[in-house]
């Protein structure tokens, strides 16, 4: 199995779990963007944004920096992949698990005729 810090998991597909925080993690696919950037797609205040987007760095997904009055936010791909390969596990033991029971029900019908 996939060892990973489970704590660290834990956050991430927490984070993940809201659609505001996944369409944040979306919109900065291609490149930083300011908390003022990643607010404005959203009817809700920058305190309700900075929230999600604290949410968002305790899972270790974005990256904040400061430059003024200036909060820069980056994507960290590295926790994505970690959430990623986990993900690839489980469906790895999905997709034997089916390709067993194909294989079971195709035999059963053979058996049926």
């Not at 597909?13 to 300011?34: G, N, V, W, Y």
């Not at 009817?43 to 305790?58: G, N, W």
Request: aromatic share 8%; net charge neutral; hydrophobic share 35%.
């Amino acid at each position: 199995m996939v060892n990973h810090n489970k704590d660290q998991l834990n956050e991430i597909f927490h984070a993940l779990s809201d659609p505001t925080r996944r369409e944040i993690i979306h919109s900065m696919h291609q490149k930083e963007k300011t908390v003022s950037e990643l607010a404005q797609p959203f009817d809700m205040s920058l305190a309700a944004i900075s929230k999600h987007i604290k949410v968002l760095e305790r899972a270790k997904l974005i990256e904040r920096s400061v430059n003024g009055r200036t909060h820069l936010c980056s994507l960290n791909t590295e926790s994505l992949s970690k959430a990623t390969e986990w993900l690839q596990f489980y469906e790895k033991f999905w997709s034997n698990r089916f390709d067993l029971l194909e294989k079971e029900l195709l035999e059963a019908k053979k058996k049926e005729h």
